[in-house]
């Protein structure tokens, strides 16, 4: 915790996400091989860094030490300007281990009664049929995807690739992956109003992180043949790796981590589908007003 509070405290008090993890794995001096270690079990399919960091967050935000917008934007508060030792994020998690003990205390209670009562639910919700292990997937449904992606043929990944930059407004999206052509794996044309640009992309199913050396290799396979670069992965990126795709003087590399390209298959609706799940709750103080 203390490492994400010194690096908010660093880039000036507020960072997305992308640029708070970029900048612990500064200060700690993360290497590139640490950022690839993987979680086990049912988070396997996250980076062992973000995992942890994401937690951080979540403790300083219930400790009221940082707060986040709807964009995404997290921001230190004044509790948080204040924190500067580990002790002081001691304090911050003992408290909301107390707090979520409390809450698990009361769910039982709850929980005990709604069994004596033979009924599904005492506040008025009703029972949606949706288990505790449904819920679960659904919040964890790019997960799920992941994995089905990265057991994809190459070729087929490179297809998918080529379907969802067609799906993007992208033309004369060709896929070159069995040519050998130096690591890239296909080329695109791009119009932006008057303008257009040639983008050449790679593709790698990978479960750890794509590092700064292998940006640097599909730079060099592109240099000179291409306005821009993209390089799609199910995995993610290290932070030399973000660092060199955007390194001064460079051809410019757009990165798509295996979390955005989930979002990206939804909202284009390849390979994924979703519904309105309607909760009827009923006011019972409403009633008694009649």
């Not at 593709?203 to 670069?229: L, N, P, W």
Request: glycine content about 10%; proline content about 1%.
């Amino acid at each position: 915790m203390l490492a994400t509070v010194e690096a908010l405290r660093e880039v000036g008090g507020s960072a997305t996400i992308h640029e708070l993890d970029e900048k612990v794995a500064e200060l700690e001096n993360v290497t590139e091989e640490e950022q690839s270690y993987m979680m086990v079990g049912k988070n396997s399919a996250q980076p062992r860094l973000n995992y942890y960091l994401a937690w951080a967050r979540t403790y300083l935000r219930r400790g009221e030490a940082v707060e986040n917008s709807s964009r995404g934007v997290w921001a230190l508060t004044e509790i948080g300007a204040k924190i500067s030792t580990i002790g002081d994020c001691k304090i911050i998690y003992d408290q909301v281990i107390e707090e979520e003990k409390e809450k698990a205390k009361l769910r039982r209670q709850a929980k005990a009664q709604a069994q004596s009562a033979n009924t599904s639910k005492d506040d008025g919700i009703f029972d949606t049929g949706e288990s505790e292990e449904e819920a679960d997937a659904q919040l964890n449904w790019d997960d799920r995807l992941l994995s089905v992606l990265r057991k994809l043929d190459p070729s087929a990944f490179e297809r998918l690739a080529q379907r969802l930059l067609r799906e993007a407004g992208f033309t004369k999206v060709e896929v070159r992956g069995k040519s050998g052509d130096g690591g890239i794996d296909g080329v695109g044309v791009l119009r932006v109003n008057l303008v257009s640009f040639q983008v050449y992309f790679q593709c790698k199913r990978y479960t750890g992180g794509v590092s700064a050396h292998e940006i640097r290799d599909f730079r060099g396979a592109m240099q000179g043949r291409a306005d821009k670069g993209l390089f799609i992965t199910t995995g993610h990126y290290t932070a030399q790796a973000n660092e060199e795709a955007t390194r001064d003087g460079a051809t410019a590399i757009d990165l798509i981590d295996g979390y955005r390209l989930c979002e990206l298959l939804k909202v284009n609706g390849l390979g994924v589908t979703t519904e309105m799940v309607e909760r009827v709750h009923i006011n019972s103080k409403w009633f008694e007003g009649i």
